[in-house]
């Protein structure tokens, strides 16, 4: 069926260095993607989101990129701080009946910063 | 501004008794209303979302039942806990068409139950 995969479950990263989580995805008919952070105990909160019509997105030191050719999809946050730390999702939009948003999640990747 | 409040925050009950979460949302009118539950350590597995007060679809097949009373109130239950019903439950809510970023969901702190 239809999923959404992380090729990476953990990813370390240097505090001040550049992190990037990828994302796969296989509906080509999905339209719309989100990527969120949840920090443990805590529900996922909304980074940065982009549509299909797009394949780059810059928000404050995140960066979205979307390759429609291969169903790829990279989160890039730029000089990583401790306070990233967190578990990371993509999420692609499926579609739904009528107005609801049926999000499709990925697995996850967790974020470990280090000093 | 809009936000979503969830309860009870944890919550431990033995197999085969109910189960009730309830899910408000304030700031905003007809939202779309959703029951997701993470398994730990996995991704949001969406069990039941709302379009309208007494709207209910089912993603899963499975021991838990969603009901929405009123326009900003969603509610997750059970008659009978299982022990595989352990989990994190979110609950979200989304704008409707032309009223927000379209897609996005915004979720609540979320509820750890165990069922033991």
């Known amino acids: 069926g239809e999923s959404v995969g992380l090729h990476l479950p953990t990813l370390s990263v240097q505090e001040g260095d550049n992190s990037i989580i990828n994302c796969a995805y296989s509906n080509s008919a999905s339209d719309y993607f989100i990527w969120y952070k949840q920090e443990s105990g805590k529900g996922p909160q909304f980074i940065i989101d982009?549509?299909?019509?797009?394949d780059k997105r810059q928000g404050q030191r995140v960066t979205v990129l979307l390759n429609k050719t291969v169903k790829h999809l990279s989160l890039q946050i730029a000089a990583t701080q401790p306070g990233d730390s967190a578990v990371y999702f993509c999420?692609?939009?499926?579609?739904?009946?009528?107005?609801?948003?049926?999000?499709?999640f990925g697995t996850g990747t967790r974020l470990q910063v280090t000093l | 501004s809009q936000t979503i409040h969830q309860w009870p925050a944890t919550l431990v009950q033995p197999v085969g008794s109910p189960l009730s979460l309830e899910c408000t949302v304030e700031?905003?009118?007809?939202?779309?209303l959703y029951w997701y539950r993470q398994a730990a350590g996995r991704g949001l597995q969406l069990l039941f979302y709302s379009v309208g007060i007494g709207q209910i679809s089912s993603e899963v097949p499975q021991n838990l039942s969603a009901s929405r009373p009123q326009d900003r109130q969603f509610i997750l239950s059970s008659k009978k806990l299982l022990l595989s019903d352990s989990g994190f439950y979110l609950c979200?809510?989304?704008?409707?068409?032309?009223?927000?970023?379209?897609?996005?969901?915004?979720f609540g702190e979320g509820s750890r139950l165990t069922v033991l």
């Open positions: 999420a692609e939009n499926i579609g739904g009946t009528g107005t609801a948003s049926k999000l499709t």
């Open positions: 982009i549509r299909s019509n797009m």
């Open positions: 979200a809510w989304s704008a409707q068409p032309g009223q927000g970023r379209t897609g996005e969901l915004f």
């Open positions: 700031g905003t009118s007809n939202p779309n």
